[in-house]
């Protein structure tokens, strides 16, 4: 038997505490002026909709940004935010807990400086050992949205309104018939921990590694040999086919020896050293200014990188 205290709360105190928590740190916008100058009464039909099941998700703002690779946003309606924001608080609850716990992305008490600390020390503690390293081909566009309900079903099924309302989130987008989450959904990053959870407990159960973590699409495996290390990526590309339909990236699947560190979320790491690669570098000098100083010192680098840094903060912003 099911309890209302397990089941997603829709009423308008619930979508409340949702709104706050979608505003709390953002700056504002046109959307949120507007929205908040109309909030009573919009949270009211927000809240009426979901409480009927006639909520329905509306279109997207598509963007575009370009980096080392171009991504393409799907940025939601602040109402429809709100609904992820709620949505997003009430799986986390039934989720996080069962994640694997060298899984670092997306989740309270962890994130990238923590998993980057993380990866630092398992390539100390196996430094004889051989790590493959690997992402999934345009993860967002290929998550297999049927999948993606089966595995949200099996912890939610009970609450029919919540999975009636994940099933919503999931239908308001694809880049192909029935495949693909938006990478501008709050709700798309515990979806992608969602989905790979099955990759996560297949890693553990059935691979074996001395050692795994995982961000996001990109993980590491750690093995005593090479040869352990082939074959498991043989296992795990037929998993994630036959299982997830992923595929891996070929540009970014490699084995190479834990002792000569390597690259990975964007940084150049080994056992004893750790710093932002080379391309992070050239668009941190390229771009630090008053407004970001700040965040960019603390980043992860090099001596010389950050010495150069501090002559620039001090000769050229005054800073």
């Given at each position: 038997?099911?309890?209302?205290?397990?089941?997603?709360?829709?009423?308008?105190?619930?979508?409340y505490?949702?709104?706050?928590?979608?505003?709390?740190?953002?700056?504002?916008?046109?959307p949120?002026?507007?929205?908040?100058?109309?909030?009573?009464?919009?949270?009211?039909?927000?809240?009426?909709?979901?409480?009927?099941?006639?909520?329905?998700?509306?279109?997207?703002?598509?963007?575009?940004?370009?980096?080392?690779k171009?991504?393409?946003?799907?940025?939601?309606?602040?109402?429809d935010?709100?609904v992820?924001?709620?949505?997003?608080?009430?799986?986390?609850?039934?989720?996080?807990?069962?994640f694997?716990?060298?899984?670092?992305?997306?989740?309270?008490?962890?994130?990238?400086?923590?998993?980057?600390?993380?990866?630092?020390?398992?390539?100390r503690?196996?430094?004889?050992?051989?790590?493959w390293?690997?992402?999934?081909?345009?993860?967002?566009?290929?998550?297999?949205?049927?999948?993606?309900?089966?595995c949200?079903?099996?912890?939610?099924?009970?609450?029919?309104?919540?999975?009636?309302?994940?099933?919503?989130?999931?239908?308001?987008?694809h880049?192909?018939?029935?495949?693909?989450?938006?990478?501008?959904?709050?709700?798309?990053?515990?979806?992608a921990?969602?989905?790979?959870?099955?990759?996560d407990?297949?890693?553990?159960?059935?691979?074996?590694?001395?050692?795994?973590?995982?961000?996001g699409?990109?993980f590491?495996?750690?093995?005593?040999?090479?040869?352990?290390?082939?074959?498991?990526?043989?296992?795990?590309?037929?998993?994630?086919?036959?299982?997830?339909?992923?595929?891996?990236?070929?540009?970014?699947?490699?084995?190479?020896?834990?002792?000569?560190?390597?690259?990975?979320?964007?940084?150049?790491?080994?056992?004893?050293?750790?710093?932002?690669?080379e391309?992070?570098?050239?668009?941190?000098?390229?771009?630090?200014?008053h407004?970001?100083?700040?965040?960019?010192?603390?980043?992860?680098?090099?001596?010389?990188?950050?010495?150069?840094?501090?002559?620039?903060?001090?000769?050229?912003?005054?800073?």
């Amino acid at each position: 038997m099911t309890s209302d205290k397990d089941c997603l709360r829709v009423d308008y105190r619930a979508v409340y505490k949702a709104w706050l928590a979608f505003r709390k740190g953002k700056q504002p916008t046109g959307p949120i002026d507007r929205f908040a100058f109309g909030l009573e009464g919009y949270l009211a039909r927000l809240s009426s909709e979901l409480e009927s099941g006639s909520y329905r998700h509306g279109d997207y703002k598509a963007i575009s940004l370009t980096e080392k690779k171009r991504r393409d946003l799907a940025v939601a309606s602040v109402r429809d935010r709100v609904v992820h924001r709620l949505l997003y608080d009430y799986l986390l609850v039934k989720f996080d807990t069962g994640f694997d716990p060298d899984v670092w992305s997306c989740r309270t008490g962890k994130g990238l400086h923590k998993g980057l600390a993380r990866t630092q020390a398992l390539l100390r503690k196996h430094s004889g050992s051989y790590v493959w390293r690997a992402d999934i081909t345009k993860f967002f566009d290929s998550v297999d949205q049927q999948v993606l309900s089966a595995c949200l079903d099996r912890r939610v099924g009970h609450d029919k309104p919540a999975m009636r309302l994940c099933q919503e989130i999931i239908d308001s987008y694809h880049v192909k018939p029935a495949r693909g989450i938006p990478i501008g959904n709050l709700t798309s990053q515990l979806f992608a921990n969602i989905y790979l959870h099955e990759f996560d407990r297949y890693v553990r159960h059935t691979l074996k590694p001395q050692a795994y973590i995982r961000y996001g699409d990109d993980f590491l495996l750690f093995y005593p040999t090479s040869r352990q290390a082939r074959q498991a990526r043989e296992n795990a590309k037929d998993f994630l086919k036959n299982n997830l339909d992923l595929r891996l990236n070929p540009k970014n699947d490699v084995i190479v020896p834990a002792g000569s560190g390597l690259k990975f979320l964007g940084h150049t790491i080994t056992g004893e050293a750790l710093a932002v690669d080379e391309y992070t570098t050239r668009r941190v000098l390229k771009r630090i200014d008053h407004h970001n100083a700040s965040s960019y010192r603390a980043l992860y680098l090099a001596k010389d990188v950050k010495d150069g840094l501090d002559w620039i903060l001090l000769n050229e912003l005054d800073i």
